[in-house]
């Protein structure tokens, strides 16, 4: 199983690679191949002190589409138009968004694009062949990143697409502790979208760092 | 402190009142006094059952608000513009909204008014110097009726009355295991309301029953 990360050297995307490489082949993919291939190898560094196996390969971001089975789209909700337009390949791939259209004001806010949500406009932007699942949306990148814990929280996942939506569930609960949800279509992604700006609430108002949810 | 519910006799209503009745004076509220009567008799002797005290009073709706300190609008959100058009005297009174705007088609959707949230209509047709809170909007009813259990859920308040806000989180913090949890101001009540339709989801597509969320 071959993950591609568009974006994979941001803030969310370096710490997705580092945790999923010793579970899954990952390619992180950049704008700058040389800055993918620097997440790269401190990755392997960082695994290898940890005695983890991993499988890290930093290229720019169309060849990490190209060489993937699965592609997670881990972009900040302000790039995302500009960057899908620079893109293509994505014919019967599994897309996966875990981007949140939110804005910082003196809280966050949720501002969702006209379609009504971040996966619904990739779902606009994208050839119709595209398996887009929305999920990963709620966790911090501060969590992915540190390899140390286990991140023991909910992750919703949304698709039109039930067999895409396996297939990414199956791959969010390989990830020790985290539980993959059955959320619905891709219509109602805005709703596990808009958890991350309560969330980011949450975390300020009740000097909390980095929340995630459980569902019980 | 006495808590007024308005629609204490529907279906969330009456399992609020059932719950906070041990705790605080409760003002059930409807629109037929008679059934509101028949629900504390009911709610006495169930809590009598268990060997626990309470403080229940059937009344109409206007006589809630009137008697209370804090009222709650356990008004399903298609009855909230009928149901608040016919009462008043909301002055100075707390007023709570646990009112989610949704819709149910094949699946929930969040379905907000054009003012952005329940809790904002709410303040645009309450008076000024009404306190409005959001809060307990993803406690299921048959969770709240379930008095042999506890319910360790998150409760997520948002409030522009920093002081209201802060009445309600002790509210909430006095019933055993749930946690209150500051989510910011009215404005962003809408992220906390759209968090019940994609719980009601979870449950449908999860073979769940009654979810509820907690931060961690």
Same mark, same amino acid.
Request: charged letters at 25%; hydrophobic letters at 45%; one cysteine or more.
């Given at each position: ?22 579970? #899954?082949?990952? *390619?992180?993919?950049? @704008? ?11 990755? @392997? ?15 720019? &971001? ?13 972009? +900040? #909700? ?11 390949? #994505? ?10 259209? !939110? ?26 062949? %595209?398996? *887009?699942?929305?999920? #990963? &949306?709620? *966790? ?34 390989? *990830?020790?502790?985290?539980? %993959?949800? &059955? ?13 991350? +700006?309560?969330?980011? &609430? ?5 000097? !909390? ?8």
């Amino acid at each position: 199983m071959k993950i591609g990360i568009v974006g994979g050297t941001g803030d969310i995307g370096e710490g997705m690679a580092l945790r999923l490489s010793p579970l #899954f082949d990952i *390619i992180v993919g950049s @704008r700058e191949p040389e800055k993918a291939q620097v997440t790269c190898t401190m990755g @392997r560094e960082l695994l290898r002190k940890r005695g983890k196996e991993c499988s890290l390969n930093g290229v720019d &971001n169309q060849a990490a589409i190209d060489g993937a089975d699965i592609v997670i789209l881990a972009i +900040p #909700f302000k790039h995302l138009v500009s960057t899908l337009e620079t893109l293509h390949g #994505f014919e019967d791939k599994i897309v996966v968004s875990p981007v949140n259209p !939110m804005e910082k004001q003196d809280h966050f806010v949720f501002v969702p694009p006209v379609e009504g949500s971040a996966a619904l406009l990739i779902k606009r932007m994208l050839p119709k062949e %595209a398996r *887009i699942c929305s999920a #990963f &949306n709620t *966790i911090a990148a501060n969590k992915w990143k540190a390899l140390d814990e286990e991140i023991a929280f909910a992750v919703p996942v949304c698709s039109d697409d039930d067999e895409a939506k396996q297939e990414v569930m199956t791959i969010v609960n390989r *990830i020790p502790r985290l539980k %993959a949800y &059955n959320a619905g279509p891709l219509h109602v992604s805005c709703m596990v979208e808009s958890l991350t +700006p309560l969330l980011l &609430n949450i975390a300020r108002y009740n000097k !909390m760092r980095d929340v995630g949810i459980q569902f019980i």
